[in-house]
C-alpha cells in the first residue's frame, strides 16, 4: 500500500509534466484532516463531475460538514478526474485519491457518490476504476468500500444497478449518518459477509436499495413484467428518506471548504427551505423534496453571519425550489440586506417565483450590487402553463423585470422548455414575444437596449413526475424548433441559447432506461465516453456506436409513450407521492391537451 505522503510526492512529479488544475485542488481553507489512527469510519464523498463543478455544490458541503462533525469519523472528498490526469495517472500506475489525505479509494471504508444529473454516469465509472475499486458490485470483497449512491441523479437506479452497492434515497442528511454507522459497526463487530451487511442495512432502512436483491423479468415485448425480491427480509418497496423533525436543527454549513481557484458558484450557499409548495408536472424536484420544510430567518441570518467569518466571502445566496415561496421572504431579504450591505457583501436571490413579489423584490434589494435577474416562465402561453400547472402571470413577470430594470438590473435571463406534450407553434412564438417584450421594457425604462437571453431546454420526462409515461420529441422535433425559434428574432438585445440535442436525448435514455441499460453505458464508457455534460468532450458518436454494438432500440426508453398500465423500472422505489397521485395528474393533463386541441390554437 503506498503511502499518503508518497503518492502525494508522485502526484506532484505527474503535475509538472501535464497542465493539470488538480495542482490547484487539495489543502483548502476549511478542508478537515484528521488522524486516521483516531476515526473508526472513513468515507469518501465523490462528485462525477469536475473539482469546480462539485465544490460548488451545496449538498457537497453539507454532508461532508455533517459527517465531520462526528470525531469518530472523517469525510473526505474527490472529483472526476480531467481525461489528461486519468491518463496520466493510469501511465504512471497510480490510483486516484482523495483530495485531503491522498488516500487511494479502495482503502476507505465508504465512497458515497452524490449524483446531481444523468449525464455525469460514466464519471462515476471512471472514479471507480481510477481509485482502483472493482467496477461491479458483485465482484467486490469484504474489505473494499460499500459504493453508495443518492442525490436527484439516483431516483431511477436501475441503469446504475450492477455498479453501485446501495442507493440512499430521499434526504441524506439522516441517512447517510445511519449508513456510515451500520457499514462500519457490522464490519467492526461482526463476522457477516458483505452480502448479509447489506442485507441487514437493507432491512433495518426502508430508503436504502440494494440492487442485488431485486431482479427484473420482461415480457415478450421487452417492458417489464415484475421485479422479483431475492430475499423475504427486506422491503418489496424502497421509501424515501424524510427529515420530519425540527428542519431548523439540521445545521447548516457555516464553515465550508473555500476553493483556491473560481468555482461557477464562488460563494457561500445556504438552504433557507426544501420543498416546494407547487406542483409543476414536468418537475421531479417537486415531488422527491417534498415535505415543505422552513428554516427560521434568525438561523439563516446567524448562519450566513458565521459562514462569512469563516470565509470571507462577499457574496451569499440563499437556496430553494422557490425562493420567494418562502413565507418570511421580505422580512429575510430585508433582515440580510441591513447585516450585509454595511460589509460589502451581496445577497443574490435565485430561484425566484414570478409572482406579485417580483415587483417589490428590486426595491427591496435596492443599493446591493445586481446581477442578472434570472427567472423560470418555463412556457410563455396561459393554456400552455395551465397544463403544465405552472401557474404564474406575464403581467407579474414584466412588472417585475420594469422595477428591476430601474433599479439597476442590466439583463435578464429566462428559462424554457420545449417539446412538451401538446406544444404548438404558438407556444414557441410566444417565448420571442415574451422576450423581445422585456427587450422593450428594458429600452424603455433606460433608453437603451438591455440584453435579454432566452435560454432553451429540451424537455425530457422524468420518472416520479405525470408526465413519467409520456415520451420525448424526436431529434428533427427539437432541431426545427430550435431554428425557428431563432428565424423568429427581430431584436439583437434577443439572444436564444438552445440546449444541446444530443445530450438531451442521452439524458432521455439514462433517465429512463431499465437495469438492461447498464450494458450500454459500461461499453460506452470502455470507448472512452467521458464528461458527457461538457461540450468539448461529449461525443455522441461514441454512444451511436455502442447502442448500434448492443442492437438497443433508443426510441424504446426515450421517445416511447408509455400506458398507465404498463411497470416502470422505478416502480419499485417510492419517492414520495404514490401512482395515484401521479396518475390523477397525468389523467388531467390529457384532458386539457383535448381541449386545448379544440381550441384550434396552432
Same mark, same amino acid.
Given at each position: 500500500?503506498?503511502?499518503? #505522503?508518497?503518492?502525494? #510526492? ?244 457555516t464553515k465550508p471548504v473555500v476553493s483556491h481557484i473560481r468555482t461557477p458558484h464562488d460563494r457561500i450557499a445556504l438552504e433557507i427551505m426544501r420543498g416546494c409548495p407547487w406542483q409543476c408536472r414536468f418537475c421531479q424536484s417537486t415531488v422527491i423534496k417534498r415535505p415543505l420544510r422552513l428554516r427560521k430567518v434568525e ?14 466571502y462577499d457574496e451569499i445566496s440563499i437556496l430553494s425550489l422557490s425562493t420567494s415561496d418562502y413565507p418570511y421572504f421580505e422580512e429575510l431579504v430585508k433582515r440580510m440586506h441591513e447585516t450585509f450591505h454595511p460589509l460589502g457583501v451581496n445577497v443574490s436571490l435565485p430561484s425566484l417565483r414570478i409572482n406579485n413579489q ?141 440546449? #444541446? ?102
Amino acid at each position: 500500500m503506498i503511502s499518503g #505522503d508518497a503518492l502525494r #510526492d508522485r502526484v506532484n512529479e505527474l503535475l509538472g509534466k501535464i497542465e493539470a488544475p488538480a495542482q490547484y485542488i487539495g489543502g483548502e481553507l476549511n478542508s478537515v484532516v484528521k488522524d486516521p489512527a483516531q476515526i473508526t469510519a472513513r468515507v469518501c464523498m465523490a462528485f462525477p463531475d469536475a473539482y469546480t463543478i462539485g465544490q460548488s455544490h451545496h449538498g457537497l458541503q453539507v454532508l461532508y460538514s455533517i459527517i465531520n462533525a462526528n470525531p469518530n469519523w472523517w469525510c473526505e472528498r474527490v472529483f472526476a478526474p480531467w481525461p489528461d490526469f486519468e491518463l496520466a495517472l493510469k501511465e504512471a500506475d497510480l490510483p486516484l485519491y482523495s483530495l485531503e489525505s491522498f488516500t487511494p479509494l479502495i482503502h476507505f471504508d465508504i465512497i458515497g457518490f452524490s449524483l446531481q444529473y444523468e449525464v455525469c454516469y460514466t464519471n462515476l465509472l471512471t472514479i471507480l476504476n481510477s481509485g482502483r475499486v472493482p467496477m461491479h458490485s458483485t465482484d467486490r470483497r469484504r474489505e473494499d468500500p460499500l459504493i453508495i449512491a443518492g442525490g436527484p441523479g439516483a431516483q431511477n437506479p436501475e441503469i446504475l444497478a450492477p455498479f453501485v452497492d446501495l442507493f440512499v434515497l430521499g434526504d441524506g442528511e439522516e441517512s447517510l449518518p445511519k449508513v456510515t454507522d451500520l457499514w462500519t459497526t457490522l464490519r467492526r463487530e461482526t463476522d457477516l459477509s458483505r452480502e448479509e451487511i447489506l442485507a441487514k442495512i437493507a432491512a433495518e432502512c426502508p430508503w436504502a436499495y440494494v440492487p442485488r436483491f431485486f431482479e427484473p423479468d420482461y415480457k415478450a415485448d421487452g417492458t417489464l413484467a415484475a421485479i422479483h425480491r431475492t430475499r423475504s427480509d427486506i422491503p418489496a418497496q424502497i421509501v424515501s428518506c424524510t427529515i420530519t423533525g425540527d428542519f431548523d436543527a439540521i445545521p447548516l454549513p457555516t464553515k465550508p471548504v473555500v476553493s483556491h481557484i473560481r468555482t461557477p458558484h464562488d460563494r457561500i450557499a445556504l438552504e433557507i427551505m426544501r420543498g416546494c409548495p407547487w406542483q409543476c408536472r414536468f418537475c421531479q424536484s417537486t415531488v422527491i423534496k417534498r415535505p415543505l420544510r422552513l428554516r427560521k430567518v434568525e438561523t439563516i441570518v446567524q448562519a450566513a453571519l458565521e459562514a462569512y467569518r469563516n470565509t470571507g466571502y462577499d457574496e451569499i445566496s440563499i437556496l430553494s425550489l422557490s425562493t420567494s415561496d418562502y413565507p418570511y421572504f421580505e422580512e429575510l431579504v430585508k433582515r440580510m440586506h441591513e447585516t450585509f450591505h454595511p460589509l460589502g457583501v451581496n445577497v443574490s436571490l435565485p430561484s425566484l417565483r414570478i409572482n406579485n413579489q417580483l415587483r417589490t423584490l428590486p426595491k427591496l434589494v435596492k443599493g446591493i450590487r445586481k446581477a442578472g435577474l434570472t427567472l423560470a416562465p418555463e412556457v410563455a402561453r396561459d393554456d400552455m402553463r395551465e397544463q403544465i400547472r405552472k401557474k404564474i402571470k406575464n403581467e407579474d413577470l414584466y412588472e417585475g423585470c420594469r422595477e428591476a430594470f430601474k433599479n439597476g438590473w442590466q439583463k435578464v435571463k429566462l428559462y424554457f422548455l420545449i417539446g412538451l406534450p401538446g406544444e404548438r407553434s404558438a407556444d414557441l412564438d410566444g417565448i420571442i414575444e415574451m422576450a423581445e417584450t422585456i427587450a422593450r421594457i428594458g429600452k424603455e425604462v433606460t433608453g437603451k437596449w438591455l440584453e435579454v437571453t432566452a435560454s432553451v431546454s429540451n424537455f425530457v420526462p422524468k420518472p416520479h413526475t405525470p408526465y413519467q409515461w409520456n415520451g420525448m420529441q424526436t431529434r428533427e422535433y427539437f432541431a426545427e424548433a430550435g431554428r425557428y425559434l431563432r428565424s423568429r428574432v427581430r431584436l439583437r438585445a434577443v439572444r436564444i441559447k438552445h440546449h #444541446d440535442i444530443e445530450t438531451s436525448f442521452l439524458e432521455g435514455i439514462l433517465t429512463r432506461g431499465d437495469r438492461r441499460t447498464a450494458a450500454l453505458l459500461e461499453l460506452a464508457w470502455r470507448k472512452g465516453a467521458r464528461f458527457d455534460g461538457w461540450r468539448e468532450h461529449f461525443r455522441p458518436q461514441i454512444w451511436h456506436e455502442a447502442v448500434a454494438e448492443l442492437g438497443i432500440d433508443t426510441a424504446f426508453y426515450a421517445q416511447r409513450e408509455r400506458p398507465v398500465s404498463e411497470m416502470l423500472p422505478w416502480d419499485h422505489v417510492n419517492v414520495k407521492r404514490g401512482r395515484d397521485f401521479l396518475e390523477g395528474e397525468y389523467g388531467k393533463s390529457r384532458i386539457q391537451l383535448k381541449v386545448m386541441a379544440e381550441a384550434g390554437l396552432n
